[in-house]
């Protein structure tokens, strides 16, 4: 009898138990549709009426939340969409939510203006923004080119993956005075002294929102502003997740003019994962290859009166073609000639009668066909930790590195060979206060300057001033 009273007692125990446990903990789930063209909505903001639980939709628009008893309220919210309440008495069956879209110009909130949420239309300086939807339906090789179509914003194109904004003013290669900002981090290069653009940072998967300051931002994020500031910000895992795939192929060279059709090819990666309502992470990686374009302009350039002239090697002595390197080192030979009178008393009449305009000879150039090697080759890899210490705090390290080989156009033409660069964040963000600290390393490998470096070779073989070298020779 005693057995079977402990047995009893035992089996109540447990029932009481599991019936405890299942009370408080009630799995809520369901997707999130447009309810206007029936697609997923994702990144939805899912919260539990009068608590601090919440979560996101994934891309599918698919969302799972617990309580601890029902009925319960569920809230969805998001920009472009109308608030919406659902009451859910019952677990039982997967939830159907047709999101409802509104419009509400200038009501969404930003943070770059004055580094405090407000309203677009009454931020002090002119911002244009771009969300992750513009970027995934642009039919564009990368967000850069997004960029290029918004309003009074100039961008020039230096090679395939160096891309410079400009919003006031002069714009040029690797605009000093214009800010990139990624997650907060200045995406210039310390020993290039410029922005490197797509080469490392956040791929297409990967980009929440970007925010361009139009005109001087130099109160706010310092003197680099003075031409405008582009803020790129990533995707949170918590609000994000799920494993997403971008490929993009194209040709080009289709004219033929500089070498034979070649290829594109762009491959993007983005895992966001949140394990609990606490920790999350993502990893983002992407591979670029194409064959970039070679500079085939061979005009003649008179370099002390910038600008073209007629002429080319073999009728000009002093040639310095326009995408030809190492003709830059030129001189007057007639003085040259003059101290060889003396030494070839035969050819002094006709030097005697060298007199007037300068006698100009450059050196041998080279052109780019010989000295680069155009194959573009780019490789990111990013991620990052993500650890709510509470309600309202966040703490995230986060890293981006990219490596390759590209080339850059600024006042003379660059090869980038073997470049890597890596940026490293530690972060906690708080909805009134910000603690962020992070670095930038850069090896630039075998990086030169076309001009510079062909100079140097020819002065390395052969040096040009003083007798008996180079244009003493020619002379």
Do not use: C
Not at 108 to 130: G, M
Not at 306 to 312: F, M, R, V, Y
Not at 402 to 430: V, W
Request: hydrophobic share 35%; charged share 15%; no cysteine.
């Amino acid at each position: 009898m005693r057995k079977i009273t402990s047995y009893l007692v035992t089996l109540i125990t447990a029932n009481i138990l599991v019936i405890t446990a299942f009370a408080q903990n009630v799995t809520i789930s369901g997707n999130v549709q447009n309810s206007a063209t029936t697609e997923n909505a994702a990144a939805v903001s899912v919260s539990l009426k009068g608590s601090e639980t919440g979560t996101y939709t994934d891309d599918k628009g698919n969302f799972t939340i617990n309580t601890k008893s029902l009925p319960a309220t569920l809230i969805f919210s998001s920009i472009g969409y109308q608030q919406q309440e659902v009451s859910v008495s019952s677990a039982a069956a997967s939830l159907k939510i047709k999101f409802v879209p509104s419009n509400s110009l200038g009501q969404e909130v930003v943070v770059s203006a004055s580094r405090v949420p407000q309203k677009i239309l009454e931020s002090p300086v002119s911002i244009e923004r771009v969300n992750a939807a513009a970027i995934r339906n642009a039919p564009a090789a990368n967000f850069y080119d997004i960029v290029s179509t918004l309003k009074g914003v100039d961008v020039t194109t230096s090679s395939l993956t160096f891309k410079t904004p400009t919003t006031r003013g002069f714009g040029g290669s690797g605009n000093t005075r214009f800010n990139q900002l990624v997650d907060g981090m200045d995406n210039q290069a310390p020993g290039l002294n410029f922005s490197v653009g797509a080469i490392i940072g956040l791929n297409e998967l990967d980009i929440d929102n970007i925010e361009l300051l139009s005109g001087a931002s130099s109160a706010l994020y310092g003197p680099g502003g003075m031409n405008g500031t582009m803020l790129m910000t990533s995707k949170n895992p918590f609000k994000y997740q799920g494993l997403s795939f971008v490929v993009k192929q194209g040709i080009m060279h289709t004219d033929k003019r500089e070498r034979p059709t070649s290829p594109y090819y762009s491959y993007s990666l983005r895992w966001g994962k949140k394990i609990s309502e606490k920790f999350a992470f993502k990893i983002t990686t992407e591979f670029i290859q194409a064959k970039d374009w070679i500079g085939t302009d061979y005009r003649d350039y008179n370099r002390s009166a910038a600008k073209l002239k007629a002429g080319d090697r073999l009728t000009d002595p002093g040639y310095d073609g326009v995408n030809t390197y190492g003709d830059e080192t030129s001189a007057d030979i007639r003085q040259v000639l003059n101290g060889a009178a003396a030494a070839i008393p035969f050819l002094a009449p006709y030097i005697s009668t060298l007199t007037g305009k300068p006698i100009v000879v450059s050196r041998t150039g080279y052109t780019e066909q010989e000295i680069i090697n155009p194959n573009t080759v780019n490789f990111k890899l990013g991620g990052s930790l993500h650890y709510k210490i509470s309600a309202g705090t966040e703490a995230s390290v986060a890293g981006y590195w990219g490596t390759g080989n590209t080339i850059y156009t600024g006042a003379s033409r660059y090869t980038i060979k073997d470049f890597k660069m890596g940026q490293y964040k530690l972060e906690f963000i708080n909805k009134n206060w910000l603690l962020r600290a992070y670095t930038t390393q850069e090896n630039a490998g075998g990086s030169f300057n076309l001009a510079a470096t062909t100079q140097n070779f020819n002065e390395a073989w052969k040096p040009s001033p003083g007798s008996n070298v180079w244009f003493a020779q020619y002379g």
